[in-house]
């Protein structure tokens, strides 16, 4: 299967560097530091997850500067930071949105 010559390959490594709680920690720490920056929070979907998106945007940016040797690792983990702050910023919100009509 697909899967397995990819681990074969080492396209996919089985050993994590960062553990889900240090992650998670480093996702509340954003999380909490741009609500205190922004305390607002937009209401539509839209914008909401247009924040998200941008955040996804610069992680992209960050990962093409990396392989090309361009950034530095910090800099993806950051922006990979960033995005899961805003993504769970976002979900925390989601009852709030509505549609239009």
């Known amino acids: 299967n697909n899967c397995d010559e990819r681990e074969k390959s080492g396209i996919y490594r089985r050993k994590r ?11 509340l720490e954003e999380l909490l530091a741009a609500e ?16 998200a998106t941008e955040e ?8 093409i500067d990396f392989y090309f040797g361009r ?20 979900l925390m919100h989601l009852e709030d949105y509505r549609p239009e009509a």
């Open 17 to 27: 560097k960062m553990q889900i709680g240090e992650i998670h920690a480093r996702f």
């Open 36 to 51: 205190r920056k922004f305390p607002g929070w937009p209401m539509d979907v839209i914008h909401a997850a247009a924040i």
């Open 56 to 63: 996804k945007g610069e992680l992209l940016k960050a990962a």
């Open 71 to 90: 950034g530095t690792r910090e800099e993806v983990l950051e922006e990979a930071i960033q995005v899961g702050a805003m993504a769970t910023r976002f």
